[in-house]
């Protein structure tokens, strides 16, 4: 079984810097697969080629958010306010896989696994437009854990989740 280190040495996997205010520390850490850094942060797939040339920032922001230890809800007290129910940005898909949302327009989803409790692997991204169904989920569940098998990674579940529960997407 490999280990990080040496996935990050052979450049299979990059350290995602997050961009944190001075005096913030790191709570968590995210690795990203060299297609999911081409796609996300040195393409025109997010960017120039959208109708939102932001999307490539919401990408980035959630992604330090999630470093930062936020629980990733989207305008949680505002929603409160309003009664509305949370909307979970970290959602369990399948076999300990996960997704990151972005927010719409062009909302974006980043497929990975926990490697530890703390360490979160990204796989790959695409565009939320193209997964209407659970259908459409299916190769990316399957291309997750065929990245997780080539660097040799097993997917194990680090902390007990529950759909009832309304806390289960936080990883402290």
Request: aromatic share 12%; net charge positive; charged share 30%.
């Amino acid at each position: 079984m490999a280990t990080l280190k040496q996935a990050v040495s052979n450049e299979k996997i990059l350290k995602f810097k997050a961009k944190i205010d001075v005096g913030e520390l790191e709570n968590r850490c995210v690795y990203v697969s060299q297609e999911a850094h081409k796609w996300c942060f040195s393409s025109k797939q997010l960017g120039e080629k959208t109708p939102n040339p932001s999307a490539w920032k919401d990408v980035n922001a959630v992604l330090s958010e999630f470093v930062e230890g936020q629980n990733l809800l989207l305008g949680s007290e505002i929603r409160r306010l309003l009664l509305l129910p949370e909307i979970k940005r970290l959602r369990h898909v399948k076999d300990d896989i996960w997704e990151i949302k972005t927010k719409p327009p062009d909302a974006v989803r980043i497929f990975g696994w926990f490697y530890k409790q703390n360490i979160f692997i990204v796989s790959h991204c695409e565009y939320r437009k193209n997964l209407k169904s659970f259908k459409a989920y299916q190769p990316h569940i399957k291309k997750v854990i065929d990245f997780s098998d080539e660097l040799g990674f097993f997917r194990e579940r680090h902390f007990k989740w529950s759909k009832n529960e309304k806390e289960y997407f936080k990883i402290n």
